[in-house]
């Protein structure tokens, strides 16, 4: 049987994320036990392959594989051959070789996870690549706001910030959408993608105008280190002035909107430190969050298959 694969928020219909969701909360109910660990996944492998920095999302793969009783190995790239000039696919080659059954990989290139799907037979769940998604944290983000609201279809969520070097602003937009949602891109025009218009989301230019329209702001972080020397801002004081998320801000919102930010967090950038430690912001759910969703994308792509042969 072919692997399966979770390269985009595509690779998911709406019935799979549904599903997911569900198994989430399955899976988190675990982490509240004493013995935090079921046998869904003995015997099997998951490598993490993390060819940029993570805490979240590494540390959450490798508990998630540890509560389903997977074997984890994380290979810190700096201190593998690929420092020696290895390869992508040769790196990957190699783990197989060992017996991996899903490599979770993150990369500064997009499209480096559906390359390396190509290459190996085993799973590949994309970590983030690049600019390109980053698929999982768009579902934990949907997992966090069903668990607060209760429902996702018909939400409008504003994705704030550097749209343009964001995989999770991506995944997130796509993911929304697929579940009935309504993204709302805030940006200055430089800091948005090319052909936004293909994302079929409305854009704006003003916080202040939409934040009162919203049940749930997602900050993004201003990924400085992608940004390549390009002026694409005026300068960041000009940019906290008019895309920070501060106090005054956050009463434009309604009383019940709520914060999301994936990390890690630019305090006092994107954020003031006083928002983002608030009773309106659900940061902390959304890294709990992490683990049950991707346990329950561990067990889709590695599990489930296995159950329904
Ligand atoms: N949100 C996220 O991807 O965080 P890490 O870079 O710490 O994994």
């Not at 190509?118 to 994309?126: D, F, H, L, P, T």
């Not at 329209?213 to 992608?226: F, G, I, K, S, Y």
């Not at 630019?266 to 608030?278: L, P």
Request: glycine content about 8%; aromatic content about 4%; some cysteine.
């Amino acid at each position: 049987m072919s692997p399966r694969h979770l390269l985009s928020v595509l690779d998911l219909s709406r019935e799979e994320m549904e599903q997911v969701l569900l198994d989430a909360e399955t899976f988190e109910a675990i982490g509240d036990r004493e013995i935090k660990k079921v046998p869904a996944l003995r015997g099997r492998v998951v490598v993490n392959l993390f060819y940029e920095n993570s805490t979240r999302t590494r540390v959450s793969f490798e508990l998630a594989a540890k509560r389903l009783s997977a074997d984890v190995v994380n290979v810190a790239v700096a201190t593998s051959s690929v420092a020696k000039g290895e390869s992508l696919k040769d790196t990957a080659r190699t783990l197989l070789a060992m017996g991996a059954d899903a490599v979770v990989l993150r990369h500064p290139s997009p499209g480096a996870s559906a390359m390396l799907a190509r290459w190996v037979q085993a799973s590949v769940i994309n970590a983030g690549d690049g600019q390109h998604e980053h698929p999982t944290q768009a579902c934990l983000d949907l997992y966090t706001l069903h668990r607060h609201f209760s429902r996702l279809d018909g939400l409008r969520v504003g994705i704030v910030g550097d749209v343009a070097h964001s995989r999770v602003a991506r995944s997130e937009a796509l993911a929304l959408t697929l579940m009935g949602a309504s993204p709302v891109f805030v940006a200055p025009p430089t800091l948005l993608p090319l052909g936004v218009a293909v994302f079929g989301c409305e854009v704006s230019y003003s916080l202040d105008e939409v934040l009162p329209t919203l049940d749930a702001v997602h900050m993004l972080r201003l990924q400085r280190e992608r940004h390549a020397g390009a002026a694409l801002l005026p300068s960041e004081r000009e940019f906290v002035r008019l895309y920070g998320l501060d106090s005054r801000r956050l009463e434009l919102m309604p009383a019940h909107a709520v914060v999301l930010h994936a990390g890690p967090m630019n305090r006092g950038v994107e954020i003031t430190g006083e928002v983002a430690d608030s009773g309106r912001a659900l940061i902390g759910q959304q890294v709990k969050a992490g683990i049950g969703v991707r346990a329950a994308l561990l067990y889709r792509l590695l599990g489930a298959q296995e159950d329904a042969a």
